[in-house]
């Protein structure tokens, strides 16, 4: 008999999300994590999270409403800002609202959670081997501070550890799943926390996001206020070959370019992080074997938010393990549902903005400033795609008119391959197979697009 059903690697909100939704449904989880138990949920993020996500976690597992001690502030909407910061959509609406909130206290919240649902937490513990016995994952070998070494049996493991992935990549060649992931699908990011004394922040509920291809390709620089007096700045980019570090242009741009900047500032945190933002890992299990979160790169891959999708991943991981113990088969083909389920739910909109990525990775600034100048793109339509994966600029009649008019027709062309690319892409996911017999002849269907998508 195993030691446990389920042991979990890494207690981030994946992880603990999962480890939630399987004590909650009587099975013997263990939830481990490297990290010491009160430092748990400390990492290098933006810190802000929609409204949305929370409320779906409530309808699936019965998450309870997030503690009022949590959340810094109320956010009501995000503005995004051309390269040539004169000009700005806001984006609001009921899909914009959310939170910013201190990520030490909800990363605790978290595991306290799983804790008090039934999960044994264990902290301050190496995930360090994935053990198996007659091909198939059985447990996991793990090391303690005492340095002591320990295997542990369970029915199913689940990979939570982050962007390392660290237990994925440890899989064997023939398991259908995906051991590494392309330099190009990264985002890199540097980030500080200020407390801003003697610069007071207007519309601390209000988001910011600057684009600027020439600093920040494929990325932005994010001004998140939490409060009047604090604030949460950063800059991702993708992992590109030549790309610069971001701490690099967090210096040279970031530092010289902000009023808030020319001030006194005290500094919070500091520190760099990286994100995986791409279409989830086309399988999430194997035999025994489960995917959740940023190790199944569940993030969003145009903003990289990815608490959200992480806590999604996990309860629905968690609803699909939870079904297979009590049919006490936990093959692939037994867990292969959290799959489909993921896919649709957020997988088929992920893929479609992967897309929109490769396609904004390609437009100049020149392009931006020309797009938001001229008023081509509405708030409403870019809140639109963010949301549903589907692109609608560019297909009015408004948009036709300005681009042609002003020479930019390459640009409509590309906008109008590009939605067309998303809805294809979308379309695959929702059709993704019931059966892991079916994920070759699937994986076959998905290369022409992406190969189309990054030539664009
Ligand atoms: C700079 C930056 C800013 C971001 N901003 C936002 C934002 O504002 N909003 C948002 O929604 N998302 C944001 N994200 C993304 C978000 O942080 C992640 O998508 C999310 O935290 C993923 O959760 P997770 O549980 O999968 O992984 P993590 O939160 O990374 O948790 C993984 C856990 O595994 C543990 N671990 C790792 N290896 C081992 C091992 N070998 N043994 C045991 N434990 C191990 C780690 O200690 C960690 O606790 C940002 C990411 C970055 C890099």
Redesign the pocket.
Known sequence: MADYDVVI???????ATTAYTLAKKGHSVLL????ERDE?GN???????GQHHIQELKELVGLPDMPAGIIEHDVNGIDLIAPDREHRLRMAGPTTKGYSFNRLKMGQWFVDLAEDAGANVMAS????RLEFEGGRVSGLKIGTSDDSEKSITARIVVD?????G?LRRQLPDESPIEKTIDKADI?V?W?DIYRTPQYEFENPDILEIYWNQEETLGGYTWVFPQGTHRVNV?V?LMTLPGHRKPQEIFDSFVRTSWEFMETPVETIDSSG???PVRRPIDTLVDDNFML????ACQ?NPVH?????S?MLGGALAGLTASDALERNETSMKSLWPYNPRYMEAYGAKQASLDVFRWFLLNITNEDIDFAFEKGIIKASDLLDTSMTGKMKIGTGEKFRRLVSGFGKLPLLLRVSKVAKLMDDIRELYLDYPEEPSGLAGWKARLKPIYDEAKAI
Do not use: Q, Y
């Open positions: 690697a890494g207690a981030g909100t994946g992880g481990l994590d490297r990290k748990i990492k290098t993020c933006g810190d802000a999270i513990t190496r995930a360090k939570a550890t982050g962007a390392t660290m985002m990011a980030r950063g991702g992080g990286i994100a959740v979160g940023d190790a993030v990289g938010g990815g608490i959200g992480s």
